[in-house]
């Protein structure tokens, strides 16, 4: 991708207000025509938001939006949706024991409207406060029993495909049990055991950066530095590593890319986390303590591999190894072309890589060389994602964020008649994570506290 190294964030202004006046209208419409008995919101077809079953992992996200654009506009009817919708829905998600995706829908929710009263901006629904927490607290043990150990003695959060998974996507589920251990929480286990959510977390990151991430050290042939995967099989007979996979990825040696973003934010957001902590507290994970060396390698090699497959205007296709771009050999030295007759552009991924940039860019500092360019790069990303042909304005359509693809090797998206790739398309995570990205820079601009999950 081509970066401006000139963008200022405020030259954003008027996009991010302008986006901020069409999710209004969008999420206000989807929340009066979605019928809650067919499930969550997944991705839309021909512009209306409809289901998909796989696991219940998008929820959250649509409520979660309604607290985002509360956050950025202070109008009520936002925050009144959400804290009913979030009462009457989302306890069932806090005990489920069958998913990898707790930080998610959690988070989203729960988190949230915590961080909303802590910063003052919901004092009036202050009793939601402790309810809040508890949730966090058990969906944080929750997530963390979903654990497989490998042959060192570590484990990592294993997927919804069973034990012998780890999903790069589980990254930002690492969240709730920071957030849950913050909180004072334990897991409990056989015999009164304490099991610390801290210790889990860090053992799942060093994983994720361990196997699912590489750095050009010659792991197999296709180690490329930054390249991720976005599974990892291990053998829990001995809990030997055995190979690289994929789910919604076209092979297990090319990169997912929305996975590749689940990384780059994932661990963005973890660092700033962990740069919180005590010493006391980094030297209690023991062998660990170094996580935050692994979590910055982990997550400036994934952004820079990001920055050098990513179209002109920062817009990614959805698989770096799908065939069809063959066809397009120019395609990361123009413009993203989301209506294509080979690949399909997947903007989430964008949204998602987007933040974690800008992230990871704050973190390191402007003064650093590479700060200055995993910022400059994010918000290059931004300015593509709130214009045309990414930022959808008809009315009609549900969705905010166009040209998303969930499920591509299951052709679970919707193709237009008369094209030949899903494009034109929406999809909850994709809305949820362009909300997030729209909250970020709005405080970045005008000078509000800076956005985290785990608000200091």
């Known amino acids: 991708m081509k970066v401006d190294t000139k963008l200022k964030p405020g030259a954003l202004d008027a996009k991010v207000e302008h986006f901020f006046e069409i999710a209004g209208r969008k999420i206000a419409n989807l929340d009066r025509s979605w019928n809650s008995a067919k499930g969550s919101p997944v991705i839309t077809v021909k512009g209306k938001y409809t289901s998909r079953a796989w696991t219940e992992w998008t929820q959250g996200f649509q409520f979660g939006c309604q607290l985002l654009q509360y956050d950025a506009t202070g109008d009520r009817q936002f925050l009144d949706k ?19 995706d707790h930080g998610f829908n959690t988070v989203s929710t729960y988190g949230n409207l915590r961080r909303l009263i802590l910063e003052g901006k919901a004092g009036h629904v202050k009793p939601a406060l402790a309810s809040s927490e508890l949730a966090i607290k058990l969906s944080g043990a929750v997530q963390a029993a979903r654990w497989s150990r490998i042959k060192d003695g570590t484990g990592y959060i294993y997927s919804f495909n069973g034990p012998h998974s780890l999903f790069s996507d589980t990254i930002r589920s690492c969240r709730v049990l920071v957030l849950a251990d913050k909180l004072g929480h334990n897991l409990m286990g056989e015999g009164d055991e304490k099991i610390s959510l801290l210790k889990r977390a860090a053992e799942h990151i060093l994983n994720t950066a361990r196997y699912n991430v590489y750095y050009g050290e010659g792991r197999d042939s296709y180690d490329v530095p930054g390249r991720v995967v976005h599974e990892s099989i291990f053998n ?68 820079d591999f990001y920055i050098a497959n990513t179209s002109l205007d920062g817009i990614p296709y959805w698989d770096t190894g799908a065939p069809g771009l063959a066809k397009m050999p120019r395609y990361r030295n123009e413009k993203a072309k989301p209506e294509n007759p080979y690949e399909p552009v997947d903007s989430s991924a964008a949204a998602i890589a987007a933040q974690g940039l800008l992230r990871l860019g704050n973190y390191l500092g402007a003064r650093s060389k590479k700060g200055k360019l995993y910022q400059q790069a994010g918000l290059c990303v931004a300015r593509t994602l709130m214009s045309p042909p990414f930022l959808s304005k008809d009315p009609r359509h549900q969705g905010l964020l166009l040209h998303s693809v969930y499920h591509q090797p299951n052709g679970w998206d919707h193709i237009p008649k008369g094209k030949k790739v899903p494009c034109g398309e929406s999809s909850m995570w994709g809305d949820y994570h362009a909300m997030e990205l729209a909250v970020y820079l709005q405080r970045l601009i005008k000078g509000g506290a800076y956005l985290t999950f785990f608000t200091p």
Request: with cysteine.
């Open 82 to 100: 959400a804290l009913t919708k979030i009462d009457e829905f989302m306890p069932a998600h806090l005990t489920h024991t069958g998913v990898h």
């Open 236 to 303: 829990m007979n001995d809990g030997a590593y055995r190979c690289p996979s994929t789910q919604q990825g076209y092979s297990p040696f090319s990169t997912w890319t929305r996975g590749l973003a689940w990384i780059i934010l994932g661990a963005a957001e973890q660092l700033e986390y962990f740069d919180t902590l005590s010493k006391s507290e980094l030297r209690s994970l023991g062998k660990l303590k170094n996580l935050k060396e692994i979590l910055l390698m982990m997550a400036m090699a994934a952004s």
